[in-house]
């Protein structure tokens, strides 16, 4: 069974450009989980969706950022119009169905590099 | 607001000695607690859990941790450390009021010296 995948592992853009990172949670779960990893810091909470809907926004940034988990395919975190202060891992996660509380599975991370 | 905090950034211990990472939480009620071991360039690697019950829990590669309410804390421990310990770690608290992220403290980066 493979674990949560991210691609790509490591992506640079410009300033300006759209970055686009994908995840492709374990099979069988339809829970997906988006978290910030910035230098020199703990991982921050950014946006949780099941299949088609998000659930919780409340880390996203207001602007330039969005996420979606579609019916079919992995999920998409999409920033545009990027800034050097985007620069940083971005780590996907994923849980099956809940049950009181489950434990998410994390990916190996998007390292994105703004220049 | 919940935090949690990981009081120490950096530690270095001697290869066969003992160790404690510290993390102490703020939250209202018990929480889910967590530590993760992130090595360099890599995802996060779930060592220990503890939801309820036993106070003391066991994870992978020989971490324990203990859960004490009267101090909110969740100190992570491991008798013997080995070079491969060498690593990043994580205390987490979740979930929070009902939303199913994790908090995550700051890290604390281990160093072994040979």
């Known amino acids: 069974n493979a674990g949560v995948m991210q691609n790509p592992r490591h992506l640079v853009r410009r300033r300006g450009q759209e970055a686009r990172l994908r995840c492709s949670p374990m099979?069988?779960?339809?829970?997906v989980y988006w978290y910030r990893q910035l230098p020199e810091e703990g991982l921050k909470f950014m946006v949780y969706?099941?299949?088609?809907?998000?659930?919780?926004e409340s880390g996203m940034p207001k602007e330039r950022f969005s996420a979606e988990f579609p019916k079919e395919g992995p999920s998409i975190l999409r920033i545009q119009q990027v800034v050097r202060g985007d620069s940083a891992a971005y780590f996907c996660?994923?849980?099956?169905?809940?049950?009181?509380?489950?434990?998410?599975?994390f990916g190996p991370g998007t390292r994105l590099t703004v220049l | 607001a919940q935090s949690v905090t990981q009081p120490d950034i950096h530690i270095t211990v001697s290869e066969g000695a003992s160790l404690e990472l510290r993390c102490n939480y703020s939250?209202?009620?018990?929480?889910?607690l967590f530590w993760y071991v992130q090595s360099p360039g890599q995802g996060l690697q779930l060592l220990l859990k503890?939801?309820?019950?036993?106070?003391l829990v066991q994870g992978i590669k020989g971490f324990e941790a203990e859960f004490k309410r009267s101090q909110s804390s969740f100190n992570l421990r491991k008798p013997s450390v080995h070079w491969s310990d060498a690593a990043e770690y994580f205390c987490?608290?979740?979930?929070?009021?009902?939303?199913?992220?994790?908090?995550f403290g700051q890290g604390t980066r281990l160093t072994i010296n040979p």
């Open positions: 996660a994923s849980s099956p169905a809940l049950a009181n509380y489950n434990e998410q599975f």
């Open positions: 969706l099941q299949k088609e809907n998000i659930i919780d």
């Open positions: 099979k069988g779960h339809s829970h």
């Open positions: 987490a608290v979740g979930p929070i009021q009902g939303a199913q992220k994790l908090v």
């Open positions: 939250y209202g009620a018990t929480p889910y």
């Open positions: 503890y939801f309820s019950g036993d106070t």
